[in-house]
């Protein structure tokens, strides 16, 4: 499929569609818009992005129960086969014909403000995907992975296929992490001279909300710095819960970096390699790559932000 998601809507709700529409785009889920995907004939290009989208998005209020335009496009989903999800921004009940339609369907519940919900929205979404979509989506997050390192995606994949068959107990829980770096990095990089020298800390978490410990702190959690021959940077730590929010990483040039991951979490990178020092400064964005259960969770671009001394923030 080409879309993840088509988006239906009445043209009086256009201006919160479209926010929906930037936020599923932001949050890796791609989607058709009538707005921002009309080509040619309208009919024809409504049609053709319901056929080349997985599911149906409903942006459901009393102007869109109303809406021939909507009733049509349901009713095309209905036909082949598209899942529906109706995001309910008003109690309105269901018109005759959209009950017919919508009746067994599970809505997301998007009053009484619609952009608070997206999380659930976004979740909702997720879970609907197909087997096949998250093949492709797992098929394109080894060759982002592969093409950044300039190393072979079928070497990327084996690496990772026998960590996962390789046994471990409870007491190679602070190693696992460190040991599927050691063995992809010294067999992909080794003899290149363009890497950065690899450490490994532990990782101090620091809430932005509260001065108070933090419980939760993953006691083999480690991070390695890499460099491809590009000269970009790529960071690989344990993947942490919740999505990133507005991450961005604060860099003084010493052996300490500050990775804000999101309001609740940043992550104090100690004991830089005094080789990565300048290649880091050098960069304006950075790679971050979370790693759960000996799998790729997430990957997305953080801009670094070079200061005077980062002890200043502390």
Known sequence: MKYDVFISHSSADLELS???YDYLQEQGIKCWIDSRNVTGLYARSIIEGIEQSEMMVLIYSEKSNSSAHVENEIDNAFCLGKMIIPFRIEGTPYSTVLRYYLNKSHYVDGMPQPLDA????RDQ??????EQKKLETLDEAFNVIAQWAQVDVAQLRDAVKQLKQRPT???EKEDEFDKLLNEFVEREFSGEGDEINRTENVEEYKSEASNQSNDNEDTSSRYEILQNAAGEIMLIIHAR???PDNPRIVYDGGDEALLYRNRECSIILEGIAEKAREPFLKVEQVLVVEVKNDDVAREYKVPLRKIKSLQSIY
């Open 18 to 20: 479209e926010k929906i």
């Open 118 to 121: 997206l999380e659930q929205l």
């Open 125 to 130: 979404i997720r879970r609907n995907m197909s």
């Open 169 to 171: 107990s409870v007491n």
């Open 241 to 243: 819960e919740g999505e």
